[in-house]
């Protein structure tokens, strides 16, 4: 169960904290005269732009049922076999 099911209201809060966490960032970033910090903060909404993505295709479920079509039965595993136990030798020889 994601957040977004458990309680929307704390979805949102998250969501708005990310959001203007972000525009703060790239303010302060406006406001100084450094690479590094520009550097940064762009690797910042990259990252946070990329979990976004990869958060609303989990949410939006299979590419399958988007179109359309029939869910695919997942084939259940095969059953495990039985591992043979190993023949015991006697030290003897065999005989014919």
Not at 59 to 87: C, D, H, I, T
């Amino acid at each position: 169960m994601t957040l977004l099911e458990r309680t929307p209201g704390a979805f949102m809060i998250a969501t708005f904290a990310i959001v203007y966490g972000v525009v703060l960032a790239e303010t302060w970033m406006l406001t100084t005269t450094s690479m590094a910090a520009m550097t940064a903060v762009m690797a910042l909404i990259i990252a946070v732009a990329g979990l976004l993505v990869r958060g609303m295709g989990d949410l939006m479920g299979s590419e399958e049922y988007a179109l359309g079509e029939p869910a695919r039965a997942v084939p259940a595993p095969a059953p495990a076999v039985a591992a043979r136990p190993a023949p015991v030798t006697t030290g003897r020889a065999a005989h014919a």
